[in-house]
Every structure is written in C-alpha cells, then in structure tokens.
C-alpha cells in the first residue's frame, strides 16, 4: 500500500489540470480542495475494502497525521464513518 505524495495547494492542482481555480471549480463543480478530499477518501474506502488493514494504517497513506480528522473527512465526504463503511461491505 504506497503513500499518496503530498500536493502543494488547491491552485496547485488547478494549475496541473491547466486552468484556474475558478475555472477548476465551474467546470468539475467542487474546489479543487474539494476534488482532492474526494479523491483522497474514495482511495482510502478502496483501501479499507480490500481488508486486512485497520483506520490507523490507511490514514498516513492518504496524508492525515490524526486517524480521527481521517475518519471525520471520511465521513463530511462519504456520508458514512470508515467503521460504518467496513461493516457494511462485510
């Protein structure tokens, strides 16, 4: 399981996907802060579907320090907690 690299800032990423932000946000329809955390918690769902790995392993993978902000973001985007989602596909 590899570690997603670390992006720079929001404009960053509009800027590697050739536009502005504001530009990013009127033609994806969310921020690219927003694409990003959305990337971020489908890849660690991924993650925690394959099995045999716990919140603490996936969340450094995916850039959070704290496995509690992880299981925060996961929920404000996923609509459901990471133990909430594992119970469910089990």
């Given at each position: 399981m590899?570690?997603?690299r670390?992006m720079?800032?929001a404009a960053d990423?509009?800027?590697?996907a050739?536009?502005?932000r ?7 329809g969310?921020?690219?802060l927003?694409y990003?955390t ?9 993650r925690?579907?394959?099995g ?6 996936v969340?450094?993978?995916i850039?959070?320090e704290s496995e509690s ?11 459901q907690?990471p133990?909430?989602f594992v119970k469910?596909?089990?």
């Amino acid at each position: 399981m590899g570690t997603i690299r670390r992006m720079g800032s929001a404009a960053d990423l509009a800027k590697t996907a050739g536009m502005s932000r504001s530009s990013f946000g009127e033609t994806l329809g969310q921020t690219p802060l927003e694409y990003l955390t959305r990337w971020r918690m489908i890849l660690a769902a991924d993650r925690l579907a394959q099995g045999r790995t716990t919140l603490a392993m996936v969340a450094p993978t995916i850039g959070y320090e704290s496995e509690s902000a992880f299981a925060a973001a996961f929920k404000r985007v996923l609509g459901q907690s990471p133990r909430q989602f594992v119970k469910a596909i089990t």
